[in-house]
């Protein structure tokens, strides 16, 4: 059974984003793309102050098998990147779900709601 959180919403493109408090929205790669991708060896972040585009390309992993780009989930601007992944870019192996990538600023915090659910990624993963 892959370990898909029911309070996340996800992308087709297998990333996961989550509603803060402070209304940013965390972004990160799900567990089943880091076991696609193996051992991840590097990981290039956004800029901080950056305006991203849902659905467009806005960092990149590399794993020891492949490089992967990451999609912003939604538009926005990058307020905070996680620097420790980009040193050990491991853990995302080690916990895809605490090992973030990045957070946006929304425009539209009503985005998330044309991202996939958890029983919705799980069919689109095919478990």
Do not use: C
Not at 11 to 23: F, I, P
């Amino acid at each position: 059974m892959p370990n898909i959180p029911a309070e996340l919403k996800y992308t087709r493109s297998h990333e996961w984003a989550r509603l803060e408090a402070d209304g940013t929205v965390t972004v990160g790669i799900t567990d089943h793309a880091q076991e696609m991708l193996g051992d991840l060896v590097f990981i290039e972040l956004p800029e901080i102050g950056s305006h991203v585009i849902a659905g467009k390309e806005v960092a990149v992993v590399e794993s020891v098998k492949a490089a992967s780009d990451i999609y912003a989930p939604l538009g926005g601007t990058i307020s905070t990147v996680n620097q420790a992944v980009a040193k050990a870019p491991e853990q995302v192996n080690q916990g895809a779900y605490s090992a973030w990538l990045f957070k946006i600023q929304p425009e539209n915090t009503a985005d998330l709601n044309e991202l996939l659910d958890a029983a919705a990624y799980m069919q689109e993963i095919g478990s």
